[in-house]
């Protein structure tokens, strides 16, 4: 039922910034937690950060002091912000959205179709 659309991605040199955009289509009936994940070549998916609905945030410690997640709820969007960009940012990064569709005891995942990060010289 929803749908994420990302964008923002890009190449950037290392030390460069990029700003990421994820902004849900659908209904949603309660949203629990949106964030941004990534999955590099040959290498699982990985939590970036993470918002939950009451404004909680959690960094992976690769990215904490460079990467800043926010959120708009007029919008039913969240941003990522990144900073100081490294090589090993490169990844695909999928925006993420948990929440429960209809009133019930079942929440799921839903996620966005990716967008590409390329950081290098």
């Known amino acids: 039922q929803v749908h994420l659309v990302e964008s923002g991605g890009g190449l950037v040199q290392p030390g460069g910034s990029l700003r990421l955009s994820c902004a849900p289509s659908?209904?949603?009936?309660?949203?629990?937690?949106m964030g941004w994940y990534r999955q590099a070549p040959g290498k699982e998916r990985e939590l970036v950060a993470t918002?939950?609905?009451?404004?909680?945030?959690n960094y992976a410690d690769s990215v904490k002091g460079r990467f800043t997640i926010a959120r708009d709820n007029a919008k039913n969007a969240v941003y990522l912000q990144m900073n100081s960009l490294k090589p090993e940012d490169t990844a695909v990064y999928y925006c993420?959205?948990?929440?429960?569709?209809?009133?019930?005891?079942?929440?799921?995942?839903?996620w966005g179709q990716g967008t590409q990060v390329t950081v290098s010289s």
């Open positions: 659908g209904s949603i009936f309660r949203t629990v937690a």
């Open positions: 993420n959205l948990r929440g429960y569709p209809t009133f019930g005891p079942n929440w799921d995942d839903y």
């Open positions: 918002i939950n609905s009451g404004g909680g945030i």
